[in-house]
């Protein structure tokens, strides 16, 4: 264990010649001792302990007490009280002829035979005398001779040599059979107060006085009225010359009234008796402070109280020698003192069991030894308890002694604290006057609580986990520091003294204090002894480490360095070592305090609190230089993370609280995963090389992607499941975190796509392969929406989520662009189909309108549509089943979508509205089927433009493709059947989508074209095409001036357009020969082929602002509004014998007048007008209508557009 690891370095490194004294105790109190060294005083209590040993009052000869009759009157030895009765009256011993009361005679506490040898020396009865001494003699040889080792170890403890210890024996012998007969001593004894005396008159109060007597000699203090705590302050001398003698000190309430004189004359106490205290003689020595507490008389007596007497003895022979107690104490400690070397400086403590356990201090022998002085001089338990108690202090850190000092100390607080009914002196008083001395004693419980406080502050050294005695030794000397505490409220009475549970609290933070600050500066030494490796390993791990560091003098001695983080996890574990050491053995130990000490939590707190400060600063040093692995501060993160989750998130300062170290290593986790960026794009090129070499081969046979997808998200994965791991608990680094993996997510799968586009286009030919491909780009989409909900999903943080929203978007964008290249790369087999389609639907013949409705115009229309889509189908039959099986239906929808695209759109281009095709007609060949309308129409346009003139005729031989209506009922009807193969019963597009698709709808709306009549779609064209002036905004060539009048017949409703052609201004053209400009008006709109709808004005020579001012009328009809018809300007420059030439146009739609009914303006002339593709469209059906005038002229006048002019040399 790491507790014995802490003993082991200690012996060299924290053990200071303070602490090995410790280890004993408090050896200096030992030493200091005055009994160890006074040579005198040893001696004297040598011979009084012989003395008390070898006639022991334990042993003594007890009265042989007989019932008798008394013939004259006689009083109790005891209690000076009359022997009432006829006969009978008392008790006689028959050996030393005291006589007694029946009930007094267990207090009478004399010697049978020291008695009676006294008693007959002194009335010349030698005869009996010598006798009674022969029989002490034998008692005493039979004593020495059973309890040699008794007097053996009184000798060895006072190093008495064994002739002189013969000497002294013969020479206590005979004091024991002299007796008191040459023994004499003065007393002075002082009354000073009592306490809590017992109330004896009606008044609830007593009289009280004190009467002494010594002998036969009584004295008499004055009387205190009405009080039951007196005080008397008075001195009495006496002589004794027995030292059988007793003091006897009653406590009287004097009452002065009739029955009280008569019945002193019976038993000679006239007053109610208040308690006594019966005081040995030959207990006394040297002065006393001493409190009594008052004892009853009779077992009818009623008491209560204290006394407290002062008593000064002077013993002749022994003026000079110090008192018993003082005596007592120097054969206490020398004994203790003597069995402690004789034990190896160790404490050998006695097992006994029971109530009064704690009163047995030593083995048998010197537990009589102590015993029988104490008897013998009047010693208080209480006073052996207190001595033995001082001499444990000096050894209390031995094996067992806590526990001792703990109960002992316990027992003396209950004997002061613990006052009983019949005394009323407070705890605090009863302690001033022990005989120990209070000021003595409480010096001793400052110095042990002081030692104890140092030495839990070292607990884990003092008391290793490893050693259960040094355990329960801890748990012991806690319970004796609480009851010094208790010891200072209760007896000291002590207002605030310092708590138990906070003193022990303090200490061990010190002792944690001082274990982490050992654990940092030995941190290599105790990890290679507490986590022994092989010799081997550990020189490799060295030399490993030597090489990494470069040898960096900032790391000597295993400390921390830039350069290594090796040291950290060392510490680490040696605290978690600690605070499992600290959970496991301490706490369990150190319970005494649960509500306010947990040494496991307290543990736990400390370190992590002094660890936190020094993992900061060598995070932020760290963070400087970056001299580390990225992976290294990774490990130690998941090092600090186990510590804090496991041992300190619980604990109640940090419980429900955001830790600090998330911060600390947010730096080297950002730059973990910027390295793993390159890690990540490194590892995809690896995949997709090896998957591009195998093939794009699927992965399993119900897989549709290949193994490159499933390698870079195991990639992404894998670092994911590390940010997991580190589950970091401050919401702001983890989204911290989370933007910079969406960050690496956006790349990696960024770079992936780009890969995949820049080959797919050499793969579209392989189409298992370009399936598999476009599928890895949905399993993207799909992985990564897994990672997004891993990540958090909806409570992720907003600017992560945007990103994986993005990408999610992009590679979206990728796919369209792969599904649409896929697709792109079919057009030509598409276009190959569609044109024999076409071909087809050519040889449909019939004209006129079909009844659908009828059952067999529907069937052969039906039938001729399936003949008609037989090539197409067979096309995408068997391309669709293959894309079916490979593509996943994400991608098999998106495929689908550009194959509608490019199906519906070859056949609005090769059959509804084909390209011109005749090459007499030197129009350009339309080479792509791609093209919308309006490009087909702009590479017309273009040409036309370039064309100094375009006759009907020749755009209708261009045009020379139509529709029948018949053919137009059949590819209507194959549509419907192309819509529902792509909807493929729901497998595939959805109907709405269908529908809706731009280019079905521009495909109906162009065979909707070919059913409408001319007039229906020079109106439609008249409303859609709102912008045919944009060419002269943009390059104006002049402008003519016009004023329009509209009129409307009140009775028919027919409508009347004047137009003036007033002026041209500013005419753009050269020439060569002959400029005569004239304007041309045409009225375009419905329901005019019966009406005429061009005027031309005079042609003006050589002016290029010609003035006309000449008028035209056009008839309208009431068929339509004027808002479906306008006006349609050209300056052209007149020319004989041929085609005129084109200046410019200009157009004014009559809706832009109606609310005024007039207009007159300058109007910008254009090169040729703007239209739109709903204008291109209907001018291209229009030009294949060659047997309508209307339509041949409407197209002819929309395009022709401003040839060249003539170069002037």
Partial sequence: MLSSLFAHRHTGVLQTMAAQKRNAGIASAMVARASLNDEELKMHVYKKTLQALIYPISSTTPHNFQIWTATSPTYCYECEGLLWGIARQGVRCTECGVKTHEKCKDLLNADCLSRAAEKSSKHGADDKAHSIIMTMKDRMKTREK????????????????????AGHMKAVKQSVLDGTSKWSAKL???????????????????????????????????????????????????????????????????????????????????????????????????????WYNLEKRTDKSAVSGAIRLHISVEIKGEEKVAPYHVQYTCLHENLF??????????????????????????????????????????????????????????????????????????????????TTSNTAVSASDRFAASNFGKEKFVKLLDQVHNSVRIDLSMYRNNFPASNPEKLQDLKSTVDLLTSITFFRMKVQELSSPPRASQVVKDCVKACMKSTYQFLYENCDELYQREFQTDATEKEQQQQAQQKESGQGQ???????????????????????????????????????FPQELHVGQVSAELMWTLFSVDMKYALEEHEQHKLCKSIDYMNLLFKVKWLYNKYVADVPPYKGTIPEYPGWFEPFVLQWLGENDDVSLEYLHSAYDRDKKDGFQQTAEHSLFSASVVDVFTQLNQCFDVIKKLECPDPNILNCYMRRFAKTINKVLLAYADLVRRDFPRLTSREK????????????????????????????????????????????????????????????????????????????????????????????????????????MDLLDGSLSLYAQMCEKTVLKRLLKELWRIVIHSLEKSVVLPPLTDPGSNLPLLLSNTAKIEDVSRLFLNHVSGKQQVSFLELSKEAEKNLTPRQCAVLDMALDTIKQYFHAGGSGLKKTFL???????????????????????????????????????????????????????????EHKVTVKVVAANDLKWQTTGMFRP????????????????????????????????????????????????????????????????????????????????????????????????????????????????????????????????????
């Fill in 146 to 165: 059973n309890k040699p080792e008794i007097f053996e170890a009184i000798r060895k403890v006072f190093s008495v040599d064994k002739k002189s210890h």
């Fill in 188 to 290: 002075a004894i002082t009354v000073i107060c009592a306490q809590g005396l017992i109330a004896k008159d009606k008044s609830g109060t007593s009289d009280p006085y004190v009467t002494v007597q010594v002998g036969k000699t009584k004295k008499r203090t004055k009387t205190v009225l009405q009080d039951l705590n007196p005080v008397w302050n008075e001195k009495f001398y006496f002589e004794c010359h027995n030292a059988s003698d007793r003091i006897k000190v009653r406590v009287w309430d004097e009452d002065d009234d009739f029955k009280s004189r008569l019945m002193s004359k019976f038993n000679r106490e006239s007053d109610d008796f208040l308690g006594q205290a019966i005081i040995e003689v030959r207990t006394l020595s040297g002065e006393m402070d001493v």
């Fill in 337 to 418: 003192h003597y069995l402690c070397e004789e034990a190896g400086g160790s404490v050998k403590l006695p097992v006994v069991k029971g109530d009064d356990a704690w009163k047995v201090y030593f083995d048998d022998t010197a537990q009589e030894i102590v015993d029988e002085f104490a008897m013998r001089y009047g010693i208080e338990s209480i006073y052996q308890a207190m001595t033995h108690f001082s001499c444990l202090s000096s050894k209390y850190m031995c094996a067992g002694v806590p526990a001792v000092m703990s109960t002992l100390l316990a027992n003396i607080n209950a004997y002061y604290a613990h």
């Fill in 554 to 592: 900032d790391g000597q001695d295993g400390g921390p360095s830039i350069k290594s983080l090796d040291f950290w996890p060392k510490l680490i574990s040696l605290i978690i070592s600690v605070i499992e050491e600290d959970k496991n053995s301490y706490t369990l130990v150190l319970n005494q």
């Fill in 769 to 872: 392969t370009a399936c598999i491909l476009m599928n890895n780009i949905q399993q993207l989409r799909v992985q990564l929406e897994k990672v997004f909900e891993s990540m958090g999903g909806n409570d992720l943080d907003p600017e992560a989520a945007n990103i994986l929203k993005e990408l999610q978007s992009k590679l979206s964008g990728v796919l369209d662009e792969l599904a649409s290249m896929f697709a792109n790369s079919l057009e030509l087999k598409i276009q190959g189909s569609v044109q024999e389609l076409g071909a087809l639907l050519a040889k449909v013949k019939g004209g006129g309108n079909v009844a659908l409705s009828k059952p067999s115009d529907r069937q052969n229309v039906s039938h001729e549509a399936d003949m008609v889509l037989r090539p197409l």
């Fill in 995 to 1053: 529908d809706k698709s731009p280019e079905l709808q521009s495909l109906r709306y162009a065979l909707s074209l070919y059913t409408q009549t001319t007039d229906t779609l020079i109106k439609t064209f008249v409303n859609t095409q709102t912008s045919q002036d944009q060419p002269s905004s943009e390059d104006p060539v002049g402008e003519i001036s016009i004023q329009v009048d509209l009129f409307t017949h009140p009775g028919t409703g």
């Fill in 1078 to 1209: 004239f304007v041309e008006v045409n009225l375009v709109g419905p329901h005019l082929s019966d009406k005429r709808r061009k005027h031309t004005t005079k042609s003006k020579s050589n002016n290029w602002s010609p003035k006309y001012n000449e008028t035209f009328h056009f008839i309208l009809g009431n068929e339509e509004d004027p808002d479906a018809y306008e006006l349609h300007f050209c300056v052209k420059d007149y020319c004989f014998a041929r085609e005129d030439r084109l200046l410019g146009v200009a157009v004014m739609q009559l809706r832009d007048i109606v609310e005024q009914g007039s207009c007159a303006c300058w109007c910008a002339l254009g090169k040729r007008v703007q239209l739109d593709e709903t204008g291109w469209t209907i001018l291209r059906i229009l030009s294949q209508r060659s047997n309508d005038e209307v339509a041949k002229e409407f197209v002819k006048l929309k395009s022709e557009c401003r040839g060249q002019e003539d170069v002037v040399v």
